[in-house]
Structures are given as structure tokens and as C-alpha cells.
């Protein structure tokens, strides 16, 4: 294939592929409607390389002078421990598509990605962690960009301070993770997929606020690249 793709993809292409290869010599526009529909699905499921960007330069300027100014009435050794731990990662976005949701629940925000039909739905980690569990939710299969998608099926991946939310549209009726509780997880990792259109939700650590986002409803982001948020 000229572009990479999911491994889970050729299991659903091969059907059609097979069926279409088969009736091109006896029905040849049924078979070339089905070749085309195995390179749908293929093309579907792409999976380009993506670049998280480096560490915001200007959050870690920003953690050093905090430091240097409290030098005077702090311990120093504590001091460097701050600097060197502070959390200064960016959180990128878990999926291409549009901002769809913006709002707080509770004292954390939570910002979903609508992925309509032609983006990329390779989901991406948006902050570094460990996987403390994986959940199922069972529910329906709303139209991903309606209200009523919070109770469409789910996949859960929990954390701790932050969780991802993989949901399920109305076609959409399989999400894939890539990921188990206990894996370490890298900004921008592949962490699953969602087959046929859907929605990716983070729900930030309360550490985070509207004042910390970098996008808005509406605007076009990318997995693993565009930042959402800059605690």
C-alpha cells in the first residue's frame, strides 16, 4: 500500500478484496464496485506518522524563574526538585478532526474531537502516563457530533489524573484499543482506534482550566501534533 495502515484493517478489507477478485471475471462491475470497497476501507484505516511537538521552551523558562524567585525563602535542594518534575508537558490532541466539545465537569475540563468520516481515526495518548484500567461502557450509537452521543458506547482508558474517551457513533461500532492497564504511555503514543467514524474526549487533570487551552470549538486539530491545552 503507498500509506501505512492498521493491522486490524486487513482483516476487514480481505472479504470484500477476496469476493471482488473472484466475481471480476464473471460479474466485472460488482467486482470492481468491491475492489474499490476494499481500498475504502484500507484507505480508512490509514495510519500516518505523526511528530508531537518538543517541550513548550517558554513553559520550562517560565518553571525556572518561578523558581529563582522563591530561592530566597525555600529550601534549595526542594527547589530543584520542583524544577525538575514540574509539569510543563503540553496536551496534544487524541484525534484529527474538529473540537466539538468544550466544557467543565466538576473542577475538570473536558475537550472532545468530532472524526468525521475522512479523518485519520488512529487515536493518540494526549499526555504521558500509566494506564490504570480500561473500561468498557455499553450504550447506543448516537450521530458522534450530537448531544446524545455522551451515552453512546464508550471506551474508557483511565490515567488516573487524566482519561480518554473513545466513543462510538452511529456507525461507528468498533473501537479498538491498543493499550492495557499497566502500560507506560508516551505524549502522542498510538493508544487505538475507532473504526468508521466517531469521537475522542479528554477529561483533563483538575490542574487544568479554559485559561490553559490553545484551541476552540470548531477549529481543525491533529493527532498527537496540534496542542489542546498548556497546563
Not at 487524566?162 to 473501537?175: D, M
Request: some cysteine; proline content about 8%; overall charge negative.
Amino acid at each position: 500500500m503507498p500509506f501505512p495502515v492498521v493491522d486490524d484493517a486487513w482483516r476487514l478489507a480481505r472479504p470484500p478484496a477476496l469476493l471482488g477478485a473472484a466475481l471480476l471475471v464473471f460479474v466485472p462491475p460488482a467486482g470492481i464496485a468491491l475492489l474499490a470497497l476494499t481500498i475504502g476501507v484500507l484507505w480508512f484505516h490509514r495510519d500516518p506518522p505523526r511528530s508531537p511537538p518538543a517541550p513548550d521552551e517558554a513553559a520550562i523558562s517560565a518553571a525556572t524563574d518561578d523558581a529563582a524567585i522563591s530561592a530566597a525563602a525555600t529550601d534549595d535542594a526542594a527547589l530543584s526538585d520542583e524544577a525538575e518534575h514540574g509539569d510543563i508537558e503540553a496536551a496534544v490532541s487524541p484525534a484529527d478532526g474538529t473540537v466539538s466539545v468544550i466544557r467543565e465537569e466538576g473542577d475538570r475540563l473536558r475537550v472532545g474531537v468530532f472524526m468525521n468520516v475522512t479523518d485519520v481515526h488512529v487515536n493518540r495518548a494526549p499526555l504521558s502516563g500509566t494506564v490504570e484500567a480500561v473500561r468498557h461502557r455499553p450504550g447506543a450509537y448516537k450521530p458522534a457530533f450530537s448531544k446524545d452521543s455522551d451515552r453512546n458506547e464508550q471506551l474508557v482508558i483511565d490515567c488516573g489524573n487524566h482519561e480518554l474517551f473513545l466513543i462510538a457513533g452511529w456507525f461507528a461500532r468498533r473501537i479498538h484499543p491498543h493499550v492495557a492497564a499497566g502500560d507506560e504511555i508516551e505524549r502522542g503514543q498510538r493508544i487505538g482506534h475507532v473504526s468508521f467514524g466517531s469521537r475522542a474526549d479528554v477529561l483533563f487533570p483538575p490542574s487544568v482550566d479554559r485559561s490553559d487551552l490553545c484551541v476552540q470549538k470548531g477549529e481543525t486539530v491533529r493527532a498527537g501534533e496540534t496542542v489542546l491545552a498548556r497546563p
